[in-house]
């Protein structure tokens, strides 16, 4: 059986959000397809899992602190796709209990776990965040995908004020396309003085 690829599991609050202060047991995907200037997800030491494995752990974790719900979080959890939906049906965990976090440009990988997952949080990615080229249409994909479930939307602005505007401009284009199905929307300000 493939493996999925963890860097850490770990209890604690939710921090942001509409599950704010919701206990979870966040389970930490390795690798992303991104470079964010703020990143501050350590390559680290991954440790190797067998679904069932990993299903057993978490759900011990989960009852140790009476937590009823699982953060995926990474890196980006969807590049493990397949195997997430293995874990998440070995494991049983009803898909209310499950939230995913995402950068939101793999739609296709996103659909294969659409149905075990309750709630997303999608961190759409800004160029000012990446340095590299503009992710709209992937992040339009993302959104359209998420039609029909719960869903948020977040951005992080980065410091380049200069170049925010136009950013802000395709950013609001692309939110205005799912506002009536998007559940609210974050905006954090980053290295701002
Ligand atoms: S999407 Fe998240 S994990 Fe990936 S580089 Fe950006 S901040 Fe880091």
Redesign the pocket.
């Known amino acids: 059986m493939s493996k999925l690829s963890v860097s850490e599991i770990f209890f604690s609050l939710q921090g942001e959000g509409i599950y704010i202060g919701i206990p979870q047991v966040f389970v930490r995907f390795c690798g ?5 200037a ?2 501050d ?1 350590a390559a680290g030491r991954a440790e190797e899992y067998d679904p069932l494995t990993l299903a057993g752990q978490v759900r011990r974790m989960m009852k140790k602190h009476t937590a009823r719900s699982i953060s995926l979080t ?3 959890p969807l590049l493990q796709s397949e195997k997430i939906r293995t874990f998440l049906k070995k494991g049983r965990f009803s898909p209310d209990s499950v939230y995913l976090e995402t ?1 939101g440009t793999l739609s296709q990988e996103f659909i294969q776990v659409r149905d075990c997952v309750g709630i997303v949080a999608v ?1 759409i ?1 800004l160029p000012s ?2 340095a590299e080229a503009a992710l709209w249409p992937q992040h339009e994909r993302f959104l359209r995908a998420c039609r029909g479930k719960k869903f948020f939307v977040k951005a992080i602005i980065y410091r380049q004020r200069s170049r925010i505007s136009g950013q802000w401009r395709s950013y609001c284009a692309v939110i205005t396309g799912i506002r009536r199905w998007c559940y609210s929307l974050i905006i954090t300000k980053w290295g701002w003085n």
Request: charged letters at 25%.
């Open positions: 992303c397809n991104l470079r964010c703020y990143c997800t990474g890196g980006e950068n961190d990615k965040s990446t």
